[in-house]
């Protein structure tokens, strides 16, 4: 195995921020006397918005103002980031160690650009990365392999020459489909079956993905 190029998640995996966010949809839920449980919410970790929310108007049907909801969860997103939002352990750690060893680096997340740009705004992370791939840039989110297809073509690097780092199930599975190795950093959801199967490797932190390199 020679890994040439390493793909990075985004929420939960360089940011905490997954418990932000589920706070932010629960409560816009909670506002229109809605249960949003904690199972329901860990389906959408690593999905896009817009898929989110299609599940949330078949789940609720005509009792969900989807217009309302998108307006209190998204102010209450706003107003919780403000506070700032902290990087996850680790990820200083390994991205100086792939500079160091002059190995490709891509951002694939089912966040929307300027999220992206939000959360990297007092660092100078995000001009590092060789390739970003948002929301805005494929059709199919994860756990549909495009996004992670798409980093790996304008990387010119083989899927199977790259690792992906995920911190949910969809995420991996997207990952893994596209061809990838795919090392898994938990953060909300614990392994699925199937991911636990084919994972290269489940660990606590991203400092741990070094040895996996």
Known sequence: MNIKAVLFDMDGLIFDTEGLYKTCWQYAADEQELLLSDDDYQSFIGVQDAECERRLVNQFGEMLDLARFRQVRDAMVVAEREKGVAYKPGFDVIFAFLKQQNLKCAL???SALAQVKHHFADSGYLAQFDV??????????????????????????????????????????AGLDAGCHAVMIPDLLSPAADVAERAMAIVTSLSDVKAYL
């Open 132 to 173: 970003v791939i948002t929301s805005e840039n494929v059709t199919n989110g994860k756990p549909a392999p495009d996004c992670y297809l798409m980093a790996c073509e304008q990387l010119d690097i083989a899927p199977a020459d790259c690792l992906v780092l995920e911190d949910s199930n969809n995420g991996m599975r």
């Open 108 to 110: 694939v997340t089912s």
